[in-house]
């Protein structure tokens, strides 16, 4: 029986007929079942190696052929050597060529001189495996009875074929026989018959090459390259012993100096160690052993199969063949196997095999994702059983054609069929692949799921169908111009906007672009720098002249459409008749900058303006300009009297006459209200802004005519001159503010320059306004009492609350100083609040210590902030109830001023009040504009008379008379009146014949502390 060689170690068994091939290396698994040959028998090998491999450097090398049989035989104790030649190229066709019998066999019958056939015999199945380099070897009893009985004949009881090639051609076969036992072969014996086969082969190979001439001893060694092998003989500690090789290049030094060294001399150190643990190996086993190893050879790396088969006790023979090319044809078979099917395994496309009857023979994984049929369910298929029947010719055509055409690509679109039962669109491409002989053996698909791409393809025919729409009905032009300057393509919409009756009459209109259509040539050269920079323009806008003359604005909007090579074939965009646009945005820019009401420059652009003086001046120090501030006195009474209609209209009016007393390059500007600034530029000094400050007040003395009344205004001016130390613009407009208020305070309708003692008062205001917020927080107020005379009794019959700030570090700050402070920045509110709250505590508190009859009155000042607050009623009344006080005996005193601020709604705030119960006082009386009419209407108990006039009481004349009027007027409205600041005896004794009801003043008491003024009244004072 035969079979393939197994690596060494490995086992077979002899089952059947039907296993009757050797692999290389397959035969030392039948040899470890048989007995170990002797060791003369493996020296007799050796040395028939030897011969064969030396036999042909002699002459008469063909009668060597059968002397080297008979050494291989007798070694192998066989019956039979015979050389068989095969003598037809295309037919297993042999004829005996050499042959060595053994004085016990005699020579195979009927095969001396003519030649057979093996495909015609019953051992034709040895053909296959001889063919492809394979031993076989049998045992006659293991053969069918047909082979059996012509082995018989020959009287072969076992034997050994080994194929011979000479040239890589398949020459014969070495055919090994034996007519006395069965043999178990070893895997020695089949490496040795390998062997000589190759020997032989290579023999045979130089006898054709030079049968007329004698060869040298290099020309049998080049014979002998033709065999990759080298033959080196090592003893037990690894040192060379023989070498054979006609392939120097494949040692690891030239033989002459490898022979006597050791491995470890010559090799790495991991290499040697490896060396000698094989041939340490195959001595102690007595086996062969086989391996794989790399050497590096110059500056290569080569790989060789070795198999090393013990010698005698210490030698071994390490028979090598170089294995570097095949192993690396092998690696990148590997790879482009591992390529393809992590290319086939892993591509969305689907690869296919057909054969060449187009039946599927293999299909990837992906084919599941595109049809949703897997590999297996296609298998033995034909493609078109899926194939949509409209598409089945196409299909079927294009097969067809790439099977008559091999060297072809075929490409077609087709539906076919998804496993839900719908149709996809497919594109596959395909090639015949054809064998040596020229025969079509398959056809190789690749498929892809163009669905997708053909959805495209529709919504692209369907867009540019919607963009031909979209050019002929847009509203904005869309155009394609040449670089050099002329359209090529242009919209209706486009003609329309440049005043043309039709796209074709524009494009022959124009031929140069840049002089022809724009305003100015140069723009058309902005616009293709602006396109080579970017590749596009956005909203390029420039003036262009239309058909008719007409100048308009347009925006285009553009990008570059290059070709294959990069050149730009044309640009494209749109225009868009911005015109409107333009005028709207500068009446934009206009409102931005200018007040809406009176045309004035409005407090960003007046800003803007002073920047720009403020930066000459900066480079120039002698361009000198002044700001002036203005604001108009009284004008919230007028805009309150007359109405806004009217207050606006005086703007207006002021406007028109700021403007007429400027001189040109001057700016005006309305910052807000009733609050204007002039910015004079180029003033020599300070003459030059009074004299422009005093030119608008005269202005201002001519009456203005509104709503058929004459009105008078005034303003207040404050000048601010720039100079050098200013840091920026907005200072100098601060300082004008600071001065214009430091002009209302002088008493109105003048102007006033600022000064650094105004910028310190400022900043001590602001000081103030700090301290006062904290003050609130930290409890610094404190009351104080100034206690109210019946003139008719001469005693107390109440107090009036003085609110005292106690500073930390400033000690007493009068009330004149930040009471209007408080009213400016709204802490007047809780101040007060405490205030009422505080008083009503403290009358309270006297109440129940003191039994007067009839009960103190306490008199709280209400300032018009906190007048105007909405819980101010809420938390009257809570007090009064808090503290159990009768209404009657709390007064609440308002300012003149507060009252007159809005009579209307006080009046009714006023009625409010006094439906509590609670009395009120009119207080500082005669010192604003009170109307007697308002006076008459007002629920109101009291009049205060303001200390002014009583202290000028004595002076005589018209100052007396004011006071009895005031008295008067108060009795017959059925007033109590009260004089404020009697510091002197005549001034009571003036009052009391005057039958003034009541007085308080530094007469009778300074404002004293809670605890003082009980002390007051504990002592029952009267005056």
Not at 330 to 345: D, H, K, M, T, V
Not at 838 to 844: D, G, I, V
Request: proline share 4%.
């Amino acid at each position: 029986m035969s079979s393939s060689f197994p690596p060494f170690n490995s086992s077979v068994t002899q089952s059947s007929v039907a296993r009757q091939t050797l692999e290389p290396g397959e035969a030392s698994a039948r040899a470890a079942q048989t007995p170990r040959s002797p060791l003369a028998q493996r020296e007799a090998m050796l040395a028939a190696i030897s011969f064969v491999a030396h036999s042909f450097l002699a002459d008469g090398w063909e009668l060597e052929v059968v002397e080297a049989l008979q050494r291989v035989g007798e070694a192998l104790g066989v019956s039979r050597a015979t050389v068989f030649e095969k003598v037809e190229k295309t037919a297993p066709v042999f004829t005996a060529r050499y042959e060595w019998n053994a004085l016990n066999a005699r020579p195979r019958p009927g095969t001396e001189s003519k030649t057979f056939n093996l495909d015609v015999t019953p051992m034709s199945m040895w053909v296959p495996p001889l063919a492809a380099g394979k031993m076989v070897y049998v045992n006659t009893v293991d053969l069918p009875a047909d082979a059996r009985s012509i082995l018989e004949e020959w009287g072969t009881i076992s034997l050994v074929n080994v194929p011979i090639f000479v040239n890589g051609v398949w020459w014969g076969y070495l055919g090994i026989d034996d007519t006395q036992s069965e043999h178990n072969w070893d895997a020695a014996q089949l490496e040795t018959l390998q062997m000589c086969a190759d020997l032989l082969g290579a023999g045979i190979a130089r006898g054709r090459a030079h049968l007329s001439s004698r060869e040298s001893e290099a020309e049998l060694r080049a014979l002998l390259s033709l065999m990759s092998d080298v033959l080196i003989v090592l003893d037990r500690q690894g040192t060379y012993r023989k070498i054979v090789t006609s392939n120097p290049s494949i040692l690891a030094a030239p033989a002459e100096a490898l022979m006597g060294r050791s491995v470890n001399e010559v090799l790495d150190t991991a290499t040697a160690y490896k060396f000698m643990g094989v041939i340490e190996c195959a001595l102690d086993t007595r086996t062969p052993v086989r391996l794989e190893y790399s050497l590096q050879i110059g500056e290569k790396e080569l790989w060789f199969d070795a198999t090393v088969t013990p010698l005698d006790e210490e030698q071994v023979v390490w028979v090598a063949r170089d294995i570097t090319t095949s192993r690396r044809d092998a690696l990148a078979l590997r790879e482009s196997e591992q390529l393809f099917r992590l290319l086939a395994e892993n591509s969305t496309d689907a690869i296919s095999r057909l054969s060449s009857s187009l039946e599927t023979l293999y299909v990837s994984p992906s084919i599941q994702q595109i049809i949703g049929y897997t590999p297996q369910e296609l298998i033995g298929n034909h493609p078109l059983d899926t194939v949509h029947p409209e598409d089945a010719d196409l299909l079927r055509a294009a097969y067809k054609e790439a099977i008559a055409n091999p060297s072809k690509v075929t490409t077609v679109v087709y539906r076919r069929l998804h496993r839900t039962g719908h149709y996809i669109w497919c594109e596959t491409t395909g090639r015949a692949i054809v064998s040596k002989n020229g025969k079509v053996e398959e056809v190789h698909l690749i498929t892809r799921d163009i669905s997708a791409r053909r959805r495209a393809e529709k919504q692209l025919r369907e867009a540019e169908a919607r963009y031909r729409s979209i050019f002929e009905n847009a509203v904005e032009g869309i155009f394609q111009s040449s670089p050099d300057g002329h359209y090529l393509a242009a919209n209706p919409s486009l003609a329309r906007i440049y005043g043309f009756e039709s796209p074709s009459e524009l494009l022959r209109a124009y031929s140069d672009i840049s002089r022809q259509l724009y305003t100015d040539h140069r723009k058309r050269t902005e616009f293709i720098e602006e396109m080579k920079k970017e590749g596009k323009v956005s909203n390029f806008e420039a003036q262009i002249r239309r058909k008719n003359g007409q100048i308009i604005w347009i925006s285009e909007n553009a990008r570059e459409v290059r070709g294959d090579d990069g050149t730009v074939l044309y640009y494209e965009g749109t225009v868009e008749d911005i015109t409107a646009r333009k005028v709207a945005q500068d009446q934009l820019l206009h409102d931005a900058l200018h007040d809406k009401l009176t045309g004035l420059a409005n407090r960003a652009l007046f800003s803007d303006r002073m920047a720009q003086a403020f930066a000459r001046l900066k480079r120039h120090p002698d361009a000198i300009f002044a700001v002036l501030f203005l604001d108009f006195d009284r004008f919230k009474n007028i805009n309150d009297s007359l109405g806004h209609m009217a207050g606006d209209e005086l703007l207006v009016a002021i406007a028109r006459r700021l403007e007429g007393c400027l001189r040109p390059g001057d700016t005006v500007s309305r910052l807000g209200g009733d609050e204007f600034a002039i910015l004079l530029e180029d003033v020599r000094d300070q003459s030059d802004a009074t004299i422009v400050a005093e030119r608008v007040q005269n202005a201002m003395t001519t009456p203005f005519t509104l709503l058929g009344q004459e009105i008078f205004s005034s303003a207040s001016i404050g000048i601010a001159i720039a100079h050098a130390d200013y840091e920026n613009p907005d200072d100098l407009l601060r300082d004008a503010d600071m001065a214009m208020y430091r002009a209302k305070s002088l008493g109105k309708a003048r102007h006033e320059v600022f000064d650094s003692g105004m910028h310190t008062r400022a900043v001590a205001l602001l000081q103030l306004e700090t301290d006062l917020r904290w003050a609130i927080e930290r409890q610094e107020f404190e009351l104080h009492y100034q206690p109210i005379v019946s003139l008719q009794s001469g005693k107390i019959v109440g107090f009036e609350a003085l609110v005292r700030w106690r500073h930390p570090e400033r000690g007493t700050v009068a009330p004149a100083e930040f009471v209007p402070v408080a009213e400016e920045t709204g802490w007047i509110v809780p101040i007060g609040t405490w205030v009422l709250q505080t008083a009503c505590e403290q009358l309270a508190s006297w109440q129940n210590i003191l039994n007067v009859d009839p009960p103190l009155t306490m008199s709280v000042n209400l300032s018009g902030k906190q007048f105007s607050q909405p819980n101010l009623i809420p938390h009257i009344r809570e007090q009064l109830q808090k503290w159990d006080i009768a209404p009657e005996n709390l007064k609440l005193e308002i300012t003149e001023s507060a009252i007159m601020e809005n009579a209307t709604s006080v009046t009714e705030r006023l009625h409010t009040l006094r439906s509590l119960g609670v009395k009120l006082a009119l207080d500082d009386f005669g010192t604003g504009y009170s109307s007697l009419s308002y006076l008459h209407r007002f629920p109101l108990d009291t009049l205060k008379i303001d200390r002014s006039f009583v202290m000028r009481m004595q002076e005589g004349g018209e100052n007396r008379e004011i006071v009895r009027t005031i008295v008067a007027l108060g009795l017959n409205l059925g007033m109590d009146v009260i004089a404020e600041g009697i510091e002197e005896d005549a001034q009571l004794k003036d009052l009391r014949e005057l039958n003034c009801n009541g007085g308080q003043g530094f007469f009778f008491s300074r404002p004293v502390t809670g605890d003082a003024a009980l002390e007051l009244l504990q002592q029952y004072p009267s005056w």
